[in-house]
């Protein structure tokens, strides 16, 4: 079998623990005796980044700048306790996710893999519904105050200008607890945008929802927003046949609820951090959630939603042969060979990264998966649960049968 080509590289981002492993046996197994792989490796285990001082985590941001489509394996955010684990840690290194999402200033999709043997938990949805969580401001970079008699609070902004606006919040007649949050149009325009160019890309629909019957000011601001980029994409959405849609909070879980899914779900920070949680539990299991990075200037950056499952490595570490899931760091893969695939115009690669997520979700049908799965699925044959690796085999079996039909 010829090896499929490569243009451009791809940014390889490698990351830590039990997924490191699996990173190394996804690449030799369904990657490397397909494609002529071309990357740009990055290290970002916590080794390297703590001998670079944090520098591989910037250049590798950098070049995903640079190249525009990157894959991300899990890493380790340290911690207190991380610090005792791995005592030569120069400090508590930042989270390489957010240090990235600072220099591409995304936002994330979060997007269920689904198969037909995993059944969600709400009947109705027959399609994923894809949650875009705005991760700028808002309660995460609020100042709280808790104050202990009587008296009264206002807000004051002090312009460069020397202009300075004041306003009261609330006067009270005893203990009170307060708080003053924000966000920059900058942000909100950036969210915005690349919520326009996922949807298009991904050619489904926009939902935004807020709260701008009662936060008047602060969400109307927001839905202001998401008018105006609308604007400037209106005439893709008609072509495509799609719809951006705005409706308040409380409405749109209700619809959601009675959706079919299918669509792209906008939420402020907060509703994002909440909603993500219950999507990717009603869908099945956090192991079959892939997350996408999408920059305002369309780079990518695809990753698996879940870390680096620690305890899962430890046993690893004593020799046992795991059943840890790698779907959603295959699908990590997969949407960044046909993301390349797509700007490069390689139509071979975008076939092969399908053909990939097909043997995946083909296999799970037909009975064959990972521990984690087995008590959700609802197969006709008896459900066998098999190690990473006799699972990584029965893919690429798959996978050949497919390619050599094509
Ligand atoms: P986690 O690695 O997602 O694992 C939590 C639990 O979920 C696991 O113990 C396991 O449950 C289950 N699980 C997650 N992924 C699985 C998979 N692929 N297959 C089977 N089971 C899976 O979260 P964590 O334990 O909170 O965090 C571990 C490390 O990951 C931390 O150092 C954290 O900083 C890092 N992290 C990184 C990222 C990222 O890079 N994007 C995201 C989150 C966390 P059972 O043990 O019950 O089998
Ligand atoms: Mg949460």
Redesign the pocket.
Known sequence: MQKIQMKTPLVEID?????RV?WQMIKDTLILPFIDLKTEYYDLGLKSRNDTDDQITVDAALATKKHGVAV????????RQ?MDEYPELKQMWK???STIRSILDGTVFRAPITVDCIRPVVKTWDKPITIARHAYGDVYKAADLHTLEPGEAELTFRGESGKTETLSVQKVDGPAVWQAMHNTEASIRSFAKACFQYAVDTKQDLWFSTKDTIAKVYDGQFKAVFEQEFEGCRDKFEALGIKYFYTLIDDAVARAMRSEGGFIWALKNYDGDVMSDMVATAFG???MMT?VLVSPDGNYEY??????????YYRYLEGEE????????IFAWTGALFKRGELDNLPKLCEFAKSLEDACTDTISSGTM???LTRLAETSAAAKSVT?REFLDAVCRRLRDKMSKT
Do not use: F, W, Y
């Open positions: 990351g830590d623990e039990m997924t699996l991300k394996c899990a890493t380790i955010t340290p911690n991380r989270s390489p996710n299991s956090l192991a997350s990753e698996a939603a879940h870390g680096t499952v620690t305890q899962h795991t059943s840890t899931n790698p779907i959603a760091t990972t521990g984690d990473s």
